[in-house]
């Protein structure tokens, strides 16, 4: 059992409006984030409007009615803070980081947000500019641009909404108009389907009288319809392939179907997941990069964005190598397969158990005093925890669901679902423009 239990305070309510309300005093530095999440993602994307929910985060820091464009991002760098979002499969999230006497402005900011953001047809072309030239940049222009993220969900899924992909289609960006922006506002960004998370240096008596003092003047509106995303059963092995004309080497990705979130499956392939790819010590980078030399590094875990908590189903469980060309790919599928066989069959889960569970109480510790975000990574987990589950207190019993999963556990799941027929196997081939 963990010697250190994690036992955070959590002040969990709602507003009539149905707006999430979470916060966690912690007086561990005089500072404090206040994150706000909207359950909306890549995932929550119509056909033909791909990229939608990445470039709603964009138009949604160009100021608002009371606070013109150029002072958004001003007034919490002025107090020494950070702001920042990102867009994720299944939220969107806006975040300030900055001295917990400034917690008030940052409220404030995420009020105004949620309320009165101004966004007009110019606006609209220049982040719709900035975000196609992320596209050049991060996915187009550059070696294993979208692997495996965007590369493998478009190969292991077969529901539209899990495999399209987030950061979208140029013509599709191209076709948002403004009107298209105002019904995804009114859709999505509104308290009911909304969570504010405060965590820090603050006391959170007051901070939830003042949340929901701001927070109680929007007015409550229609959630918006869930899409289905639920995926058939896989039932063999599927091969894919990719060029990359820029890529230097080979590459492959490797990806399972997961089990079903907050399940003891799903716990005991966590633990499966430390024991095989994550860290210095983990059993395949043994023997790929250590013995047998053919890869610097792997790659992979639970989910390709945030962590195995902060996504819904379905998830993927996978890893992914650069490797020389002298190794075929047959031969790297070989190796991977024969040290399987091995981990399995020499009483390794054992051993390694131990280990993982320490490993994981470290990425808990670790996830909640990261920097320069202090404080994000825990407001993620814990507005994960009120959207997929009503119940941000979970986060108390990760420790001891991790615990309780014994060796026939992990001995059955990895039997379950470390099989051929649900694996996913991606190969990307360097390409030769001659």
């Given at each position: 059992?963990?010697k ?9 309510s ?5 707006l ?5 005093q912690?007086?561990?530095a005089?500072?404090?984030?206040v ?10 994307e119509?056909k033909?409007?791909?990229g ?5 985060e964009h138009?949604?820091?160009q100021g608002?009615?009371?606070?013109p ?9 002025e107090?020494g803070?950070?702001v920042?979002?990102?867009?994720q499969?299944d939220?969107t999230n806006y975040f300030?980081t ?6 008030d ?5 995420e009020?105004e947000?949620?309320m009165?953001?101004?966004i007009?047809?110019?606006?609209l072309?220049?982040?719709r500019d900035v975000?196609?030239n992320?596209?050049?940049v991060?996915v187009?222009n550059?070696p294993?641009?979208?692997f ?12 539209w909404?899990?495999?399209h ?5 140029m013509?599709?960006l191209?076709?948002?108009s403004?009107?298209d922006?105002k019904?995804f506002?009114?859709d ?5 389907n ?8 603050i006391?959170?008596e007051?901070t939830l009288?003042k949340?929901?003092?701001?927070f109680?003047?929007i007015p409550?509106k229609?959630?918006?319809?869930q899409f ?10 599927q091969?894919?392939?990719k060029i990359?004309?820029?890529?230097p080497?080979?590459a492959?990705?490797i990806?399972?179907?997961?089990p079903?979130?907050?399940?003891d499956d799903?716990f005991?392939?966590?633990l499966?997941?430390q ?6 010590d983990?059993f395949?980078?043994?023997?790929l990069v250590?013995d ?5 590094e792997i790659?992979g875990g639970i989910s390709?964005e945030?962590?195995m ?11 992914s190598?650069?490797?020389d060309?002298i190794?075929?790919s047959k031969k790297i599928?070989?190796i991977?397969?024969?040290?399987f ?6 009483n ?5 158990l131990?280990?993982?569970r320490?490993k994981?109480d470290?990425s808990?510790?670790?996830l ?5 975000y202090k ?6 987990m ?5 959207f997929?589950d009503?119940d941000p ?6 420790q ?7 060796t026939?556990?992990?001995y059955?799941v ?7 027929k ?6 990307v081939?360097p390409?030769?423009?001659?």
């Amino acid at each position: 059992m963990s010697k250190n239990k994690i036992n955070l305070p959590i002040t969990y309510s709602r507003l009539a409006n149905g707006l999430r309300i979470i916060i966690s005093q912690d007086k561990s530095a005089p500072i404090a984030t206040v994150a706000v999440f909207y359950k909306v993602g890549f995932r929550s994307e119509n056909k033909g409007r791909t990229g939608f929910a990445h470039l709603f985060e964009h138009l949604m820091f160009q100021g608002t009615k009371n606070i013109p464009k150029d002072k958004f991002i001003r007034l919490i760098e002025e107090t020494g803070g950070i702001v920042n979002g990102t867009t994720q499969p299944d939220f969107t999230n806006y975040f300030e980081t900055l001295p917990a006497h400034s917690v008030d402005l940052a409220l404030w900011i995420e009020f105004e947000r949620m309320m009165n953001p101004q966004i007009s047809n110019l606006e609209l072309k220049n982040q719709r500019d900035v975000v196609k030239n992320e596209i050049k940049v991060n996915v187009l222009n550059r070696p294993y641009g979208g692997f495996p993220w965007i590369d493998m969900s478009e190969k292991a899924f077969k529901n539209w909404h899990n495999y399209h992909n987030g950061y979208g289609d140029m013509n599709d960006l191209n076709s948002a108009s403004l009107s298209d922006v105002k019904d995804f506002y009114n859709d999505y960004y509104n308290p009911s389907n909304a969570a504010i998370v405060v965590i820090g240096d603050i006391d959170a008596e007051q901070t939830l009288k003042k949340v929901e003092s701001l927070f109680s003047q929007i007015p409550k509106k229609n959630l918006p319809t869930q899409f289905d995303l639920n995926e058939p059963v896989q039932k063999k092995e599927q091969l894919h392939y990719k060029i990359d004309l820029l890529a230097p080497k080979p590459a492959v990705c490797i990806a399972y179907h997961m089990p079903k979130r907050m399940t003891d499956d799903f716990f005991a392939l966590g633990l499966l997941d430390q024991m095989l790819i994550q860290g210095e010590d983990s059993f395949l980078r043994k023997i790929l990069v250590r013995d047998k030399g053919l890869t610097d590094e792997i790659f992979g875990g639970i989910s390709f964005e945030g962590n195995m908590f902060t996504s819904t189903d379905p998830m993927l469980w996978h890893f992914s190598l650069i490797y020389d060309e002298i190794a075929s790919s047959k031969k790297i599928i070989k190796i991977i397969d024969d040290s399987f066989d091995k981990f399995i069959n020499s009483n390794q889960i054992d051993k390694l158990l131990p280990i993982a569970r320490t490993k994981l109480d470290a990425s808990f510790y670790h996830l909640l005093q990261q920097g320069p975000y202090k404080g994000i990574g825990l407001a993620e987990m814990l507005a994960s925890f009120s959207f997929y589950d009503n119940d941000p207190f979970l986060i108390n019993s990760l420790q001891e669901r991790f615990n309780s999963i014994d060796t026939e556990k992990i001995y059955d799941v990895f039997h379950q679902y470390i099989v051929s027929k649900s694996r996913n196997i991606l190969f990307v081939k360097p390409g030769d423009t001659k």
